[in-house]
């Protein structure tokens, strides 16, 4: 392994090989949210676990930390007419913070992005000098025998809702509990919701705002949340505001959704029109 340098963005989480009707596909929350940060000019790293299945090439310009596995974390989704139907078919090696180079201990910015429960949640509250932020998703699933992924409660919540400085997560993540959503909003620093075309809803010290996206026409939605979290994270920690955060986020997110997979991480001119028009 070349040797490391210093991070502004680590991301902690598997890396997925995504089977698709066109063929295996690089997916996962980390791939998406890094390319993004990437393209917002941060130098970014990533600690998975990924076999020689996964496509990392196409995170070029990336440090990659990559715990040994003889296969990658596989996914596979299906459209139903009752939803999607997920299955999990294979799962890498789980993460822990020891794992972690000591170099990127101290990153400005960590987002903690499980996909199948992959990451030891105590490292929310260990990364003592470093602006966390969590996209719980994988701590919100499990799965049977045959690999049938299903929603389940995440078990201690409230502590890591509390430790973090901001948490993002969908619509589909919670099942639609819009109740949950409130509870968990009462528990956290920070929240923000996403919801596909209706965009967001952040909340924030006993406040709540909806953030529209600009209308365009969808191609495929596959990691536009994941392109919000980073885009959030990212201008949420420049700038300190988080309601200039979501709205950025929200209009970034937007364009991704006219190309598709990795082919809608934002492009350098996206990135500057979405900062002009949150300030016009």
Aim: overall charge negative.
């Amino acid at each position: 392994m070349p040797e490391l340098r210093p991070v502004d963005y680590l991301l902690i989480g598997h890396v997925a090989v995504d089977l698709t009707p066109a063929g295996k596909q690089l997916g996962g929350t980390v791939s998406y949210s890094a390319l993004t940060a990437q393209a917002m000019g941060l130098r970014v790293g990533i600690v998975t676990s990924a076999g020689d299945d996964a496509p990392l090439h196409l995170l070029d310009g990336i440090q990659i930390c990559n715990l040994p596995t003889e296969q990658s974390t596989i996914f596979e989704n299906v459209k139903t007419e009752h939803g999607r139907k997920q299955t999990l078919h294979h799962r890498a090696t789980p993460i822990s913070f020891e794992q972690v180079p000591p170099l990127w201990r101290n990153a400005p910015i960590v987002h903690l992005a499980p996909i199948a429960q992959e990451v030891d949640a105590a490292m929310t509250k260990q990364f003592t000098s470093s602006w966390v932020g969590v996209t719980p998703q994988g701590w919100m699933r499990a799965w049977d025998e045959n690999g049938s992924v299903f929603a389940q409660a995440w078990e201690n919540s409230e502590q890591v809702l509390g430790q973090v400085g901001g948490v993002v997560m969908s619509l589909e993540d919670i099942n639609r509990d819009l109740e949950l959503v409130e509870w968990m909003a009462h528990h956290a620093r920070l929240l923000c919701l996403t919801e596909g075309e209706l965009g967001a809803v952040l909340h924030w010290h006993g406040d709540r705002r909806r953030f529209r996206p600009p209308s365009v026409e969808e191609v495929d939605a596959t990691g536009a949340g994941d392109i919000f979290a980073a885009a959030f994270f990212t201008r949420l920690y420049s700038t300190r505001d988080p309601w200039e955060a979501a709205r950025f986020a929200t209009h970034l997110a937007a364009y991704s959704v006219t190309r598709v997979g990795l082919q809608g991480i934002p492009t350098h001119k996206e990135i500057e029109h979405c900062k002009m028009e949150v300030l016009s």
